[in-house]
T-cell receptor, first 116, second 109 residues
Framework: DAGVTQSPTHLIKTRGQQVTLRCSPKSGHDTVSWYQQALGQGPQFIFQYYEEEERQRGNFPDRFSGHQFPNYSSELNVNALLLGDSALYLC???????????????FGPGTRLLVL | GQNIDQPTEMTATEGAIVQINCTYQTSGFNGLFWYQQHAGEAPTFLSYNVLDGLEEKGRFSSFLSRSKGYSYLLLKELQMKDSASYLCAFSGGYQKVTFGTGTKLQVIP
């Protein structure tokens, strides 16, 4: 049973560019949340997708957008990259399962983005 | 507003017991998570408390007091591999999870 997967693992971009990060949720999960984690900080909630709609959003500008596909996978897009966008981007999935709490989120390995 | 606090760093000796505290403030609360995160890796799920009280899972236990907005993670028989950051987080509804900054635990011989 595959866990949460993310691609790419690492990415280097320059200021002003655009980036797309991808996430496949754990089998059986239907909800995907995205987080940004700066060095030495806890993950900060960006947004959450459920049934292909953005259900919740954190305090991030509109440069951050996303999408969820019918197979529950998701993309995070960041436009007009800033140096401060350099961080680890984590995807977490959750959902109704047989033996787990619906609230529990399982994280993927993350994508480390460096903006130069 | 929403707020969550935990100590920045802690040091403990191999074989000992350590308690990591977490306090939170939020208007909507479903439950309290603890995650472990090794350097350069993704957080891994440790526990989720919904009701008041202590839940034990092997060497790790987690406690919650909803009325006090307080939780702790108890690690027993510490091992070197327990050196990591421990993230406290609450679920405030619709599975939106708010994380603290994490407590970096160093286990020394």
């Amino acid at each position: 049973d595959a866990g949460v997967t993310q691609s790419p693992t690492h990415l280097i971009k320059t200021r002003g560019q655009q980036v797309t990060l991808r996430c496949s949720p754990k089998s059986g999960h239907d909800t995907v949340s995205w987080y940004q984690q700066a060095l030495g900080q806890g993950p900060q909630f960006i947004f959450q997708y459920y049934e292909e709609e953005e259900r919740q959003r954190g305090n991030f500008p509109d440069r951050f957008s996303g999408h969820q596909f019918p197979n529950y996978s998701s993309e995070l897009n960041v436009n007009a990259l800033l140096l401060g966008d350099s961080a680890l981007y984590l995807c977490a999935s959750s959902g109704v399962g047989l033996a787990e709490n619906q609230e529990t989120q399982y994280f993927g390995p993350g994508t480390r983005l460096l903006v130069l | 507003g929403q707020n969550i606090d935990q100590p920045t760093e802690m040091t403990a000796t191999e074989g000992a017991i350590v308690q990591i505290n977490c306090t939170y403030q939020t208007s909507g609360f479903n439950g309290l998570f603890w995650y472990q995160q090794h350097a350069g890796e993704a957080p891994t799920f440790l526990s989720y408390n919904v009701l008041d009280g202590l839940e034990e899972k092997g060497r790790f236990s987690s406690f919650l007091s909803r009325s006090k907005g307080y939780s702790y993670l108890l690690l027993k028989e510490l091992q070197m591999k327990d050196s990591a950051s421990y993230l406290c987080a609450f679920s405030g509804g619709y599975q939106k999870v708010t994380f603290g900054t994490g407590t970096k635990l160093q286990v020394i011989p």
